[in-house]
């Protein structure tokens, strides 16, 4: 194989000159004057017009990455860029190849290396390809699976050179995969259409245990490919927007979305008993209470002092969940559940069984993430606008691990409108201070119990299900002697992703510092049940942010989710950001569950192990102190019963209140009188706690 080869000097390192070579073979195109106008090595010369071969045109790149005799070309470009690696290491030199037609971007040590184990690969099917002014010649190579390199060339040809391959190569797999895509959704309704025209009786039915596993698996495969394409989309429109150059529409190669060709119902024997996907059923699975005839409504506004912290006890409920087991007769409802749901389609009118249930109201796994409140009161104990945001991100990383009931992807229940739960934290006055001065975590897992009450801080909490259609729950937290508050309405919206749920947490909070007059707002992740069908997880996933607009001060932190192949799970990424100089001043990288190191613009770093934080046990009531409409004492009996491992019961007491709640629906509706909450206030778009410690003091 010919190659025509192009050289520079530069300076392709942050601190030195060095020369860099980039080749493009007959793979590749080079552009026509740029052979004239640069100084070529002896060596590169003979490499490129030796053998008397000719250079490829401009387009083949993209036409044809291998030879018509099918022989696997040479790599389409190849030469040295320097890296970005870290801040101490900072740029340095690598010898890249372009493997046009495995569609990688390797990396070596050198060139002498480049036929070794590369030092990394990033593939580049759908990948971002984008322009940089963060550094001279500077691009950024932004991959599907979340990885990024930032690379420098010797001077703006060969940046260009370098930018033009990686795009057609990116844009021909992406092409190559949008086509595989069409011809997989062809078959697979091929496939539901052959299962679905089977007998309803006989030795091979519709309702096979075995096709119906594989018409989900099918179409749940489908929806997870369909997803991929949806985000690289997403991406190109993303970085075309933060590079203020808008990317060319013809490089948005994405797949219109997988089709759902499995709408008739299925209903032969015991399966005709189960809900139907366009059944008027809910989503919300109802509590049940032993007083079936009193009324769900609560009186308004009550005053939220009636709920005496003095006879809160601390929490003594189990943590984790027990495995149930996935049983035949339960494969069975999920099998023909899932055989019902279009891909995409909304689960909040879509009862899901019992046996999945967490022994807790959704209500409290929001208090559940306030497990370490140490974390959160010493955010006020920050000198600085900068140690108070950054406490903060740590606080925030830190919460969800603890809101977990350990790895399985059990679902909590979803409360009913005018359910509340209340409960309170006791933290220890030593145990708050700044966190970034503070010492690190300790080696086993300890828990943070005040011993004398005069000597710690009260966090009082309490939550409300403020509204049923759409299903809004509201939660504030307030510690009057630190003079902070939270305030946080969540709309959780549900999608049927085939082997998978999704669940986005809609809405904000705002973090209140009223020592300081700074406002933090910010949003929340979505979740992800995966492998429902066999041993389910949880993962989150999404980007979010943390606002202060009064310090300039700004996060974001994504929270990634597995890719396809290899990538490690839970992983999240974050940086802080002062706006107003576009200084960023800390920069996160970790596992939400597992170890988080932050590093700082000075150079320090910090680990944080979320398993060894010290957990603050809540305190709560008892359930015979407690009101009908709180949520442990709401749903007790169905609790009960799962923790008896009788589901059937817990079904049943499930489906009287769901019964009850849709009665006192009808009535309000038939009175044309609207649900009135108790602690919280509709202000636009958003909830309000009705006596918020901003407005008492």
């Not at 030469?79 to 493997?99: A, C, H, I, M, P």
């Not at 019902?340 to 208090?367: C, H, W």
């Not at 708050?432 to 909490?461: G, M, N, Q």
């Not at 499930?654 to 849709?662: G, P, V």
Request: proline content about 6%.
């Amino acid at each position: 194989m010919e190659r025509a080869a192009q050289g520079a000097d530069g300076g392709g390192g942050s601190n030195s000159s060095s020369r860099s070579s980039s080749r493009a073979t007959s793979a590749g195109s080079s552009p026509s004057c740029s052979l004239a106008g640069r100084g070529i090595s002896g060596r590169s010369a003979v490499a490129g017009f030796g053998g008397g071969g000719s250079r490829s045109s401009p387009g083949s790149v993209a036409a044809s990455p291998s030879g018509g005799d099918g022989r696997r070309r040479e790599p389409a470009l190849e030469g040295v860029l320097s890296k970005y690696t870290n801040l101490l290491q900072g740029w340095q030199n690598r010898y890249f190849v372009l493997d046009f037609e495995a569609g990688l971007l390797q990396y070596f040590v050198n060139e002498q290396s480049k036929h070794q184990k590369p030092r990394g690969a990033l593939s580049l099917s759908g990948a971002i390809v984008s322009l940089s002014d963060e550094a001279p010649h500077m691009l950024v190579v932004y991959s599907a699976n979340g990885e990024m390199y930032k690379l420098r060339a010797a001077d703006a040809k060969e940046k260009q050179l370098w930018v033009t391959q990686l795009r057609a190569c990116a844009k021909y797999h992406m092409e190559t995969n949008s086509k595989m895509m069409n011809q997989v959704e062809g078959q697979q309704k091929n496939l539901v259409h052959a299962i679905e025209s089977l007998p309803g009786s006989g030795p091979l039915t519709a309702l096979d245990q075995d096709l119906l596993l594989l018409k989900a698996t099918s179409a749940a495969t489908l929806s997870c490919l369909g997803e991929c394409f949806n985000l690289l989309q997403q991406s190109v429109h993303q970085v075309g927007q933060a590079s203020h150059k808008p990317v060319a529409s013809e490089n948005i190669l994405g797949w219109p979305g997988p089709k759902s060709y499995s709408t008739e119902q299925l209903k032969n024997g015991t399966f005709g008993s189960l809900p139907s996907a366009s059944a008027n059923i809910t989503w919300a699975i109802l509590p049940n209470t032993a007083e079936d005839e009193q009324a769900l409504q609560p009186e308004p506004n009550s005053d939220p002092e009636l709920v005496l912290s003095e006879d809160e006890k601390s929490d003594t409920e189990d943590k984790e969940e027990a495995e149930l087991g996935v049983m035949e007769d339960q494969r069975s409802v999920i099998l023909h559940l899932i055989s019902q749901l279009k891909l995409g389609m909304d689960l909040t009118k879509v009862v899901l069984p019992t046996f999945i249930l967490e022994k807790r109201s959704l209500l409290e796994m929001y208090a559940d993430f306030m497990a370490h409140p140490d974390l959160l009161l010493a955010v006020t104990a920050g000198a600085t606008p900068e140690e108070r945001v950054i406490c903060f991100v740590e606080y925030y990383l830190t919460a969800f691990h603890e809101g977990r009931k350990g790895a399985l992807a059990k679902k909590p229940y979803n409360p009913i409108i005018g359910e509340t739960f209340h409960c309170s934290w006791e933290v220890p006055r030593d145990r708050v201070k700044p966190k970034r001065t503070a010492p690190h975590s300790p080696p086993s897992r300890e828990h943070l119990i005040a011993d004398d009450p005069a000597e710690s801080y009260k966090l009082r909490f309490v939550a409300e299900q403020v509204s049923h259609h759409p299903p809004i729950s509201c939660f504030y937290c307030e510690c009057k002697e630190k003079r902070l508050c939270i305030n946080t309405h969540v709309w959780t919206k549900s999608k049927f992703m085939g082997m998978s749920v999704g669940v986005s947490m809609i809405g904000e909070g705002v973090l209140r510092l009223l020592e300081h007059g700074e406002e933090y707002v910010f949003t929340l992740p979505s979740a992800y049940a995966r492998s429902i069908l066999t041993i389910p997880w949880v993962e989150l996933g999404g980007k979010v942010s943390i606002n202060c607009a009064k310090t300039g001060y700004s996060a974001t932190v994504i929270f990634h989710t597995k890719p396809f192949y290899g990538g490690k799970v839970h992983r999240v990424t974050a940086e802080v950001k002062h706006n107003p100089t576009n200084t960023i001043v800390c920069k996160v990288h970790g596992e939400w569950n597992g170890t988080l190191e932050f590093t700082y613009n000075n150079g320090e770093t910090k680990v944080v192990d979320t398993t060894t934080l010290p957990v603050c046990p809540k305190k709560i009531r008892p359930l015979e102190k407690q009101g009908p409409m709180e949520s442990r004492n709401l749903w007790r009996e169905v609790t009960r019963y799962l923790r008896l491992g009788d589901i059937d019961a817990a079904t049943e007491q499930k489906r009287r209140l769901e019964d009850k709640q849709r009665m006192e629906e009808r009535k309000r509706e038939n009175l044309g009188t609207p649900w009135q909450p108790k602690y919280f206030i509709q202000e636009g778009d958003g909830w309000v706690y009705f006596n918020p410690l901003w407005k008492a003091h």
